[in-house]
């Protein structure tokens, strides 16, 4: 099955600097990499999505990129803001029924003013 | 549209009993899926379902059971507790279109069930 690996485990930058969160993947059929956001107590929120035949996709301060061929994605979050702090999850769909997700063991990252 | 609900927010067991996680959603999504998060390890698959009378196993299934009777609702249900199930449990639905259902559609998850067996 699918595997994906993500560091750093933990990541602190100052305010306004940027921030990269970087995972691996196995599964060279999967087809789609989302990133979810956690805040204390709260469910994973979708913040960004990239499909396998796209290489870069940007919503604001936030993007993303997909190397297929060496099968690693990574979330660039720019102009970092205390807000921002949170963990981090990127996630792998393969293909095959269910639309099912393999996470990432997770990204904690602090803004520090 | 409340999205996903869960309940309870919090629960404590003893070894041995038994209970029923609620979820419930209200975006008309056929695809339903139970995760639970342990420090450090990410969201490990329990159950899904692909509509109403379809459930199928994830990566974790052993100790649960779960049902689908309606579009809406997808309870988890723990028959005999035990520690290693302490544990936060998330519900999540998707929609997937199309007649094999590849449609890739984003998961939307509820706030959780943080259980603990005692």
């Known amino acids: 099955g699918e595997n994906v690996e993500q560091h750093p485990s933990t990541l602190s930058v100052q305010e306004g600097d940027s921030a990269v969160i970087k995972c691996t993947y196995s599964d060279s059929a999967s087809n789609y990499f989302p990133w979810y956001k956690q805040e204390l107590g709260k469910g994973p929120q979708l913040i960004i999505d990239i499909r396998s035949n796209v290489g870069e996709k940007k919503d604001q301060r936030i993007a993303v990129t997909l190397n297929k061929t060496a099968k690693h994605f990574s979330l660039h979050i720019t102009e970092t803001q205390p807000e921002d702090s949170a963990v981090y999850f990127c996630?792998?769909?393969?293909?095959?029924?269910?639309?099912?997700?393999?996470f990432g063991t997770g990204t904690q990252l602090k803004v520090e003013l | 549209n409340a999205g996903v609900t869960q309940t309870p927010k919090f629960r404590i067991l003893k070894i041995g009993q038994s209970m029923t996680l609620q979820c419930t959603q209200d975006m008309n999504h056929n695809y339903m899926y139970w995760y639970r998060q342990d420090p450090g390890m990410g969201l490990k698959l329990i159950y899904y379902?692909?509509?109403?009378?379809?459930?199928d196993k994830g990566e974790v299934p052993n100790g649960y059971n779960v049902s689908r009777s309606t579009t809406e609702d997808f309870p988890l249900r723990l028959e005999l507790a035990a520690p290693s199930q302490t544990s936060v449990y998330f519900c999540?639905?998707?929609?997937?279109?199309?007649?094999?259902?590849?449609?890739?559609?984003?998961?939307?998850f509820g706030d959780g069930t943080r259980l603990s067996i005692l």
């Open positions: 996630a792998a769909r393969a293909t095959g029924g269910g639309n099912k997700l393999t």
């Open positions: 999540a639905s998707s929609y997937s279109g199309g007649l094999t259902g590849t449609g890739i559609q984003a998961q939307h």
């Open positions: 379902s692909v509509g109403a009378g379809i459930t």
